[in-house]
């Protein structure tokens, strides 16, 4: 199937719609049950990124049936498509992909609106947090359920003073999809 | 703008969770004192008067001396915005609480704020006196 | 840094504008969230009571924000102060704003007076998960019961608020019911203002 040919033409079909409000409230609840469970807040770090990494190897299902999106096996092309499709059809904001490395492994995901975050000041007590890092662990899960193997973290963050939020997305290993059953041995 | 003014949230259990004085007289330690022991004196009165009525400002509820007590009572019963103050002015109080009771519904929303724990915020702080050289 | 000055500004909480509450976001991106709090805390408890205890704690979080908001936004900066009307508050205005409808019914309970029953067919939070049979009677509307806690506790009704699957003839689904009971001393104070 040949793919469009600007990502953001994807059309995906209209999905059912909830008050953004009580999906910021609910994930601040979350954060904040975490905060009170671990002491650290790098432990609360690790959590979110796999609460993030277990929605999103389920999550990738629901979202190439509602994108008419086949697969892609290019990691430029998925870039586009998790930037301008899965932010637009799951959270209603985009974001644009810019800072390629040289040998196109690499590429920051930027956001400069992000629902999980609004309302939120980090207090004091809790420099250090990222967050909004469930996002790296959705991204990364749902990568991997399409044979990408990467490392998903933010670099930039609006909550502590950043100009935006940048989620820098690096590609670790690509499993050739063809073979899906083969055995290594 | 009023010569003494100080301002209170008080939050659950009557506890104080923000607290400035945001009058032009000199600021005196002993004064403030009193000012807060007056404001807490108040509170018996607001907890009768707050059902009575479905406005959340119940303009004056008490006085000491020449000294008047206002209170605003959010949609959470237990914050009281109350202002102790010695010039007349309902009108610049009224509009005083309803743009501190927006900052604060700010405040609250954000996850990472207990309810009734303290206001520490400097972006809240600077904003309420400003309001208050503004309205008082 | 040209530029960082101006939109850390832009990030103060208190000088942003306080939403309209029609930004949406989509329902699945809820429900995967909401899957996840149950799981994760499914992972900290003992047993079903202490879930739908930490469920509640969570949505209580939810509900006494939303009163404080819906209150302003909605309701034009007016307290609810009488049992009836705080109810009718939950049950059209928070649920409308929060699940896009109001609730299919509130009922007062008819063996206790100061019970009363907010039910819906299917409560956003049942719609996509299903309960594995080892886990009984657990009810994901626990968080919702948190929700109404947190909108009431705010407003000076305090109350003990579960959430429980109750039969309908005919239909192969279980509705929920938040059952709300209210503390006497909410009760004497209805009865003090006649």
């Given at each position: 199937m040949a793919p469009p040919?600007?990502?953001?033409?994807y059309p995906f079909a209209p999905v059912d719609r909830v008050n953004a409000e009580l999906f910021t409230l609910t994930y601040g609840a979350i954060v904040r049950q975490l905060l009170t469970d671990f002491e650290e807040v790098e432990e609360v770090n690790k959590q979110l990124d796999t609460m993030g990494y277990n929605i999103g190897v389920r999550l990738i299902d629901d979202f190439l049936a509602k994108s008419n999106?086949?697969?892609?096996?290019?990691f430029k092309d998925t870039a586009e498509v998790i930037a301008k499709v899965g932010f637009k059809m799951f959270l209603g904001v985009s974001a644009t992909v810019s800072n390629w490395s040289a040998d196109g492994s690499e590429c920051s995901l930027i956001l400069d609106d992000n629902p999980l975050a609004d309302f939120v000041e980090l207090p004091d007590?809790?420099?250090?947090?990222?967050?909004?890092?469930i996002l790296c662990g959705v991204i990364r899960g749902a990568l991997e359920m399409v044979s990408m193997r990467t490392e998903v973290k933010f670099v930039k963050d609006m909550l502590r003073g950043d100009d935006a939020f940048e989620i820098r997305l690096k590609l670790l290993e690509q499993v050739a999809e063809e073979y899906p059953y083969k055995d290594d041995e | 703008m009023a010569s003494t003014a100080c301002f209170v949230i008080v939050s659950r259990?009557?506890?104080?969770?923000y607290e400035s004085e945001?009058?032009?007289?000199p600021k005196k330690d002993e004064a403030a004192h009193l000012h807060q022991f007056i404001l807490h004196a108040s509170l018996d009165i607001v907890q009768d008067v707050v059902?009575?009525?479905?406005?959340?400002?119940?303009?004056?509820?008490d006085k000491f001396n020449d000294l008047l007590v206002s209170v605003y009572v959010t949609a959470d019963t237990h914050t009281r915005l109350m202002l102790l103050h010695d010039s007349r002015n309902e009108d610049g109080i009224k509009n005083f609480f309803q743009e501190v009771h927006e900052l604060y519904i700010k405040m609250l929303l954000n996850p990472l704020y207990v309810p009734g724990?303290?206001?520490?915020s400097p972006f809240f702080d600077t904003r309420v006196r400003t309001l208050a050289r503004k309205y008082l | 840094m040209i530029g960082v000055g101006r939109s850390k500004q832009n990030l103060n909480v208190v000088d942003r504008p306080l939403g309209k509450g029609k930004t949406e976001v989509s329902l699945s991106a809820f429900a995967f969230l909401f899957s996840e709090l149950v799981q994760y805390n499914q992972t900290r408890v003992d047993n079903i009571a202490e879930l739908e205890r930490r469920l509640e704690d969570a949505g209580y979080a939810v509900g006494i924000r939303m009163l404080e908001l819906l209150c302003h936004r909605?309701?034009?900066n007016r307290r609810e102060t009488r049992l009836l009307n705080i109810l009718s508050f939950v049950h059209s205005t928070v649920w409308k704003s929060l699940f896009g409808k109001v609730a299919d019914s509130l009922e007062k309970g008819t063996e206790h007076e100061d019970e009363y029953m907010i039910s819906e067919k299917e409560l956003l939070v049942n719609r996509y998960i299903s309960v594995p049979?080892?886990?009984?009677?657990?009810?994901?509307g626990a968080f919702v019961a948190g929700v109404v806690k947190g909108v009431l506790d705010g407003a000076g009704f305090p109350a003990r608020v579960t959430a429980h699957f109750v039969a309908v003839e005919g239909q192969p689904r279980p509705r929920t019911t938040i059952l709300i009971k209210f503390s006497e001393e909410v009760l004497q104070r209805e009865a003090r203002l006649g």
């Open positions: 040919t600007r990502a953001g033409d999106i086949t697969r892609c096996s290019e007590t809790c420099q250090g947090l990222f967050y909004c890092n | 259990n009557d506890c104080p969770i945001v009058g032009t007289a059902w009575t009525t479905n406005a959340m400002y119940l303009k004056l509820v724990s303290r206001i520490t | 909605e309701k034009g049979k080892d886990m009984g009677a657990f009810n994901c």
